[in-house]
């Protein structure tokens, strides 16, 4: 068996630290699908309530959908938590080989055996690659512009989910004080109390999740 050299390890590093790159968007587009899939559905199921708001014969159909469509928002919530994941993941990933390319670029001990004699240093190591010329933030013009394209996709998560967020707020707030809910609790005078508990059970679910989410190891991983 051959003996694993300086070079090997510095090229294995490089090829995982690609694998995350390319597969960075991949893994978004497989999310992207089903949030996709969850506005078109909670597009219908807000048309169909819209229809049933002034027919007092469609109470419990009513409150169906209106069920539905909190769960609809709530897994729109959880897909956009898991898009924010996937690449706060990722990113961590290809930073550890980053990290590790330039400490062995910069050790005395494997920097030799690596970087090409005849080339310049300063241009040849990670992480000191001159920067493209013109260079700005304007995004109105064509240039390179100093933008992460992995904060760019935890954005987008992250947008995802504050409006999914609204949705099951908004949609919470309006069905626990619908007329059509007083009703079909034996509510007819609409006592606000029956609307302030639906609505503390709705909000309540939201943050046991994001409690589990943030404060146990659900989807963390042991190695970074």
Not at 31 to 54: D, R, W
Request: hydrophobic share 45%; proline share 2%.
């Amino acid at each position: 068996m051959e003996q694993i050299t300086s070079k090997d390890i510095y090229a294995s590093l490089w090829k995982c630290r690609d694998f995350e790159l390319s597969h960075l968007w991949q893994r978004s587009i497989f999310l992207t699908a089903f949030l996709v899939m969850c506005f078109t559905g909670y597009g219908s199921l807000l048309l169909k309530i819209c229809e049933y708001v002034a027919d007092d014969k469609k109470i419990i159909p009513f409150c169906i959908l209106n069920v539905a469509g909190l769960c609809v928002a709530f897994l729109g919530i959880i897909l956009s938590t898991l898009w924010i994941m996937m690449g706060k993941g990722s990113k961590a990933w290809y930073e550890k080989y980053e990290k590790a390319l330039y400490n062995i670029e910069r050790d005395i001990t494997y920097s030799t055996k690596i970087v090409a004699r005849d080339m310049d240093d300063a241009e040849l190591v990670h992480g000191s690659l001159p920067r493209p010329v013109p260079l700005d933030a304007n995004l109105f013009t064509t240039n390179a512009g100093k933008f992460s394209v992995s904060r760019i996709n935890i954005a987008i998560g992250q947008i995802s989910m504050i409006v999914w967020g609204v949705i099951y707020l908004i949609q919470s707030i309006c069905f626990s004080f619908s007329k059509q809910l007083y009703t079909l609790l034996g509510n007819c005078e609409g006592c606000p109390l029956a609307g302030f508990i639906s609505l503390f059970v709705w909000l309540l679910l939201l943050i046991l999740s994001i409690v589990i989410i943030k404060y146990t190891s659900w989807c963390r991983s042991s190695g970074i």
